[in-house]
């Protein structure tokens, strides 16, 4: 069943336009991957699906009764909570119903409402219809739900009274997807879920995703996951929707043959178009030579021809980044660690060792790819590297004349209020360049 179509939608942020006319329909009983390049507007077509932004022309149409979960890609959690706690946090119309039944509650064993045949009746009313409310919204047995959705998602039961700031970044998005299906909605909108995940985490992923009840719309540039996840494709790019059957690697087949075709088609209309100009070119000069009306307008019916074309449009390459790695080095060792131990104090006051007796020899020229499950202690290691914490046991050290680039995993070493020109003219430990004075 359809849950939410867009038709001739316009999105526009500033002055640039998103997307123009665009139409997609989602539907409620399928898993569907969102793919297409950076900046195409994948974030924004999930955020004018959940209602979050109101498209400048077009309409959207939702399904009367249809309830929407997104989880976007920045998840931000109460760090004070328990992961149980967030878990439940956004259940809030839950709370409310559950706040205004102990009121009626609290009502029933007032006296004078309970002598008061009209008041009792208004009172029994009220709460039948909040319990209907409560029912409606999945109340019954929600923390029995929410304890099996996170064990369905990977977490122990001991996990469940950690606090949030104690968690990596994997495990903080698994406890904002937790948070987004508690209420079962119906259409669940997911941006990049998969982001910071570990293997163990990636299965979990996947395996929730199959058995989920409902529609899912899923923004991941994971072949992998999109693979073994999506029964449909939906490519955003150039500002319009295709809609492909089948998983990525199927997508991937049919859009290469048509991208294939389409070039061939293009390549022969353009061949075509040249030939004609050619020709008017021709009956032009030969026009003006023999002073002839005739070669005038054969040439201009020429031109009128290929103005009727309906042009194929040449396709699209994705633009790949030319990234170039290098640096100057006093010597082989870049990083060298030795007996490294780090601990963190849990909530019971116990120490919760995260590093114990670690070895680690990085050399220049090196690429190393550091593994291991969520909160294994992999963002700990490049604190301690980049010296913003210190360990509590052994040494860590850098080797001379190196220079260190960080790429944080939640852009903490952005700065939101500068433009990306300021960003890549002053990256940090770099002066600004003065502007020229003519």
């Known amino acids: 069943m359809i849950a939410v179509s867009a038709s001739h939608i316009t999105v526009a942020h500033a002055s640039r336009a998103v997307f ?24 924004t077509l999930l955020r004018v699906l959940a209602g979050e932004i109101r498209p400048k022309e077009g309409t959207i149409s939702v ?4 309830s929407i979960g997104h989880l976007t890609q920045d998840v931000t959690l109460d760090p004070d909570l328990t992961t149980f706690e967030a878990a439940r946090a956004e259940s809030t119309e839950l709370a409310e119903i559950e706040q205004a039944l102990a009121r009626v509650e609290r009502r029933l064993t007032d006296s004078s409402v309970y002598d008061d045949e009209g008041a009792l009746a208004r009172t029994l009313a009220e709460q039948e219809e909040l319990l209907e409310q409560f029912e409606h ?8 739900r929410i304890r099996a959705t996170l064990h369905a998602l990977g977490f122990r039961e001991g996990d469940l009274e950690k606090r949030i700031d104690t968690l990596s970044g994997g495990q903080r998005k698994l406890v904002g997807l937790a948070a987004q299906t508690v209420r079962r909605p119906d259409l669940l909108l997911l941006d990049e879920p998969d982001n910071h995940l570990d293997l163990k985490g990636k299965r979990h992923l996947e395996q929730f995703l ?20 999506v029964d ?7 500002g319009t929707v295709r809609r492909f059957a089948g998983n990525y690697s199927e997508y991937a087949i049919v859009k290469e043959e048509l991208r294939a075709q389409q070039e061939h088609q293009y390549a022969d209309q353009q061949k075509e178009i040249r030939r004609l100009e050619q020709s008017a070119k021709r009956l032009k000069t030969w026009g003006v030579v023999f002073d002839n009306v005739k070669f005038i307008r054969r040439a201009q019916a020429i031109e009128k021809r290929i103005e009727r074309m309906d042009k194929v449009e040449r396709p699209h390459v994705e633009r790949r980044m030319n990234l170039h790695l290098s640096g100057w080095r006093g010597s082989t060792e870049m990083v060298v660690a030795r007996d490294v131990e780090k601990s963190y104090p849990q909530s019971d006051g ?10 680690l020899l990085v050399r220049h020229g090196e690429r190393v790819g550091l593994v291991g499950a969520n909160g294994a202690g992999k963002s700990v290691l490049f604190r301690l590297i980049l010296e913003q914490e210190k360990p509590d046991a052994g040494t860590i050290v850098i080797g001379p004349s190196v220079r260190i680039g960080y790429y944080a995993q939640q852009h903490e070493t952005l700065d939101p209020a500068k433009t990306l020109v300021d960003t890549l003219g002053s990256p940090p430990g770099f002066p600004r360049p003065k502007p020229c004075r003519r």
């Open 63 to 66: 399904r009367s009764d249809l």
């Open 350 to 359: 116990g120490p919760n060792c995260v590093l114990r007796g670690l070895d």
């Open 210 to 229: 199959r058995d989920y009840d409902g529609g899912v719309v899923l923004v991941s540039h994971d072949r992998y996951l999109l693979d073994l996840a």
């Open 232 to 238: 449909e494709i939906l490519e955003l790019e150039g």
């Open 20 to 43: 123009t006319g665009l139409d997609c329909e989602i539907h409620d009983d399928r898993v569907v991957g969102l793919v297409g390049p950076n900046g195409c507007g994948k974030t």
């Open 137 to 144: 919204l999945g109340g019954p047995g929600i923390e029995t």
